[in-house]
């Protein structure tokens, strides 16, 4: 079956970097492309990017970019999300997706807490 | 660019139907047939309710159904039941920033 299981929780200080990784399993890694997304405590979801687990080809929302970057490691069929420069504001829950046709998510993480603080 | 508009909250009785819009501009919600709709249970991950505007992905009740008209999707539940209490998004597909949502709508069954 389809899965998806994040790394835990991180504990970060303000201007620090978080990477969150999101093992796949169950299907073609490279077929499809995984999304990332992050919900603060309390509020809607947000759309962070995209890649390509083919092609390491990537696409940030604009409210990211230069302080995210999407990666990966095919030979463990793995996702990664690094965030950079961390404020308080990005505390929040980041999930990774499975995109599943033009702009859907059908198999989603079980989340990962970032939590940024003095 | 802003999240697509649903209502902050909705509510109805078991056995009733809702239906819950998303509203959003030519440029993603009446663009494009790429509308999906999420259920989100409490400490849970989102759940892919229905995708592509109207389809439903394998293993979710057709008492949920999706529909768009102009520039607003609406995701209709029928025969509403206790356990579909929960948060709900819609996203979009847009052309400025490949995927939007919306806020989000509480659902509570009366």
């Known amino acids: 079956q389809v899965q998806l299981v994040q790394s835990g929780a991180e504990v970060k200080k303000p201007g620090a970097s978080v990477r969150v990784s999101c093992k796949a399993s169950?299907?073609?890694?490279?077929?499809?492309?995984i999304n990332w997304v992050r919900q603060a405590t309390g509020q809607g979801l947000e759309w962070m990017g995209w890649?390509?687990?083919?092609?390491?080809?990537?696409g940030y929302a604009q409210k990211f970019q230069g302080r995210v970057t999407m990666t990966r490691d095919t030979s463990i069929t793995t996702a990664y999300m690094e965030l950079r420069s961390l404020r308080s504001e990005d505390t929040a829950v980041y999930y990774c997706?499975?995109?599943?046709?033009?702009?859907?998510?059908?198999?989603w993480g079980q989340g990962t807490l970032v939590t940024v603080s003095s | 660019q802003s999240a697509l508009t649903q209502p902050a909250s909705v509510s109805g009785s078991p056995g009733q139907s809702i239906t819950i819009s998303c509203t959003g501009t030519s440029s993603d919600v009446g663009g494009y047939n790429y509308v999906s709709w999420y259920q989100q249970c409490p400490g849970k991950a989102p759940k892919l309710m229905i995708y592509?505007?109207?389809k439903r992905p394998s293993g979710v009740f057709n008492r949920f159904s999706g529909s768009k008209s102009g520039n607003t999707a609406s995701l209709t539940i029928s025969g509403l039941q206790a356990e579909d209490e929960a948060d709900y998004y819609c996203?979009?597909?847009?052309?400025?920033?490949?995927?939007?949502f919306g806020g989000g709508t509480k659902l509570t069954v009366l």
């Open positions: 592509d505007v109207t």
């Open positions: 997706a499975r995109n599943f046709g033009v702009a859907a998510n059908d198999y």
């Open positions: 996203s979009s597909y847009t052309s400025s920033t490949h995927v939007l």
């Open positions: 890649m390509n687990p083919n092609s390491g080809d990537t």
């Open positions: 169950g299907y073609t890694f490279t077929s499809y492309n």
